[in-house]
């Protein structure tokens, strides 16, 4: 479990916060330059996303994310990562590359056993995204299936 007196929580609440008062009254919907420009937290600038699908803010220190995004889907180009929905409504996030010790592996881990909430970003068009607080669960095996 997340530990509330953690400086992180208090940056993840107020990233909650930002999302629900710039993203709650589109029905989630948030432009990328406004994630990317973040918001002012004691002082410093934090930003939603960065280059990666996996972002934490350097103001963070835990380790664990904050946010994970996927790609607008392109038409004619197949997609970076096989990120999909279930057939139960349930976002299937893969790692990143092949490495499961990369740090951002190693944090989504960290989100999962401890369940500090994250906001998960969809790709909706190139430049807009929809936005949820999430947890992470593990993911039910079934007899004769593995990935």
Do not use: W
């Amino acid at each position: 479990m997340i530990v509330d007196d953690h400086p992180d929580q208090a940056v993840r609440s107020a990233a909650f916060a930002f999302l629900d008062q710039h993203a709650g009254r589109q029905g989630g919907v948030i432009s990328r330059s406004k994630l990317e420009q973040g918001f002012v937290f004691e002082g410093r600038q934090v930003p939603l996303v960065g280059p990666q699908g996996i972002f934490k803010p350097a103001v963070m220190s835990a380790g664990i994310p904050l946010t994970i995004t996927t790609a607008a889907p392109v038409a004619g180009r197949p997609r970076s990562y096989e990120d999909d929905m279930t057939e139960d409504g349930l976002l299937r996030y893969r790692y990143r590359g092949t490495d499961p010790n990369h740090h951002e592996n190693v944090g989504l881990r960290r989100a999962l056993q401890t369940q500090a909430p994250l906001i998960y970003l969809e790709g909706l068009v190139p430049g807009a995204l929809r936005g949820a607080v999430a947890r992470l669960r593990r993911r039910r095996r079934r007899r004769g299936h593995c990935r």
